[in-house]
């Protein structure tokens, strides 16, 4: 688990455990899930909608044995169906805000009872705008009762009749893999739902979100030339383990995230003007788009570019083994400094190595 997040939810606990610290305790909480959504924002923003139906780890055990779709509606789901349907025992965001339409979702339940090709089915149909606005719907809603939660109201439990309310609504599957979950809710008092769902049940479905992202840019990246459009080596780059590189659809590098169509000036350039990369061009020494326009903090990435244009890409990718194998850094711009003649000097020194 996220260390920092897992100890935010640790502090968190121990603070709204104690009447002093308790409002102090609710204001992390709403930072942690304010942390957590800006994950969700970041996939939903800048994956691309084929992403949210895949299944890459395949229909095993765990939370990342799911698809991105489902782990946003069975995220929020639950969390509507616990605070909304069990805590607040009126609201029903799903239903009140006409979203089963909008999201163009075939189930209400919380998606638990899915598996294997219904679940990848499921995924498909979901509207991921939709959905990701229904999410966050929940989300304020819930940090609305949230705020306005009283130290004494923790230790608040349920009733028969709160349990056959949920029954009821069918909110909840009768399958085995689901049906378990309502027992579960009313076995517990307010302080325990705010550890499920509330907090530690985000962190687990984003962390396996994040797993699922960063194994569909390994799977896309796979048999793609490594070289960036701008001459970096993406086999080689700090963000290697969640972009899956600008000649993919799984772009997520910063340029490209930053971009308003989600394409790195660099690269949109490259394709109109029908190069490979920037290394074909003329104008590479004195370029000022894209990631050139950073100047000498980026200085790195146009010495590459003109190292492949005096050599040729293998070449790069040879002297970049050699030094990320006898030398510690993170980003490569801290080995060639910010000069661009001493760049290119310092990887031909490398490449006699
Ligand atoms: S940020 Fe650029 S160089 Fe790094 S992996 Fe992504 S596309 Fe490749
Ligand atoms: S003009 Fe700049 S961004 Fe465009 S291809 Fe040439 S070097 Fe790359």
């Not at 939370?63 to 025992?89: G, M, Q, Y």
């Amino acid at each position: 688990m996220n260390k920092d997040w897992s100890e935010k939810n640790k502090k968190m606990q121990a603070l709204i455990s104690k009447e002093a610290t308790f409002d102090e305790g609710i204001k992390l909480l709403i930072e942690l899930r304010t942390e957590l959504f800006e994950q969700i924002s970041f996939i939903v923003k800048t994956f691309p909608p084929v992403a949210f139906y895949q299944l890459p780890f395949g229909d095993g055990e765990g939370n990342h044995c799911t698809t991105l779709a489902w782990s946003l509606w069975h995220t929020f789901r639950i969390e509507d169906i616990v605070s909304h349907e069990l805590i607040l025992k009126n609201k029903r965001i799903l239903f009140d805000g006409g979203w089963q339409e909008k999201t163009s979702s075939p189930i209400i339940t919380t998606g638990n009872e899915l598996a294997g090709d219904t679940l990848i089915e499921f995924s498909k149909k979901l509207n991921i705008k939709a959905t990701y606005d229904y999410c966050k719907a929940v989300m304020d809603f819930t940090n609305e009762m949230l705020e306005h939660l009283k130290f004494e109201d923790l230790k608040k439990t349920f009733t028969g009749e709160d349990r056959e309310r949920l029954v009821e609504s069918k909110c909840v599957s009768s399958d085995e893999r689901a049906s378990w979950l309502i027992d579960y809710w009313c076995g517990k008092n307010i302080k325990g739902l705010i550890q499920m769902p509330f907090s530690r049940h985000w962190i687990m479905h984003v962390e396996a979100m994040q797993r699922i992202k960063n194994k569909l840019c390994q799977q896309a990246k796979k048999g793609v030339d490594q070289i960036a459009y701008c001459g970096l080596s993406c086999g080689h780059c700090f963000l290697t383990s969640w972009c899956g590189s600008c000649r993919t659809i799984y772009n997520t590098c910063s340029y490209a995230i930053s971009s308003p169509d989600g394409v790195c000036p660099n690269t949109a350039c490259c394709k109109e003007k029908g190069l490979d990369g920037c290394y074909e061009c003329d104008e590479l020494y004195n370029c000022k788009k894209g990631f050139y326009a950073l100047g000498k903090d980026t200085n790195a990435i146009r010495v590459m570019a003109l190292f492949i244009q005096r050599h040729d890409k293998k070449e790069l990718l040879k002297v970049m083994d050699t030094i990320h194998s006898k030398k510690k850094f993170e980003k490569i711009q801290e080995v060639l400094g910010y000069d661009v003649e001493e760049g290119l000097k310092i990887l031909e020194e490398w490449r006699g190595n």
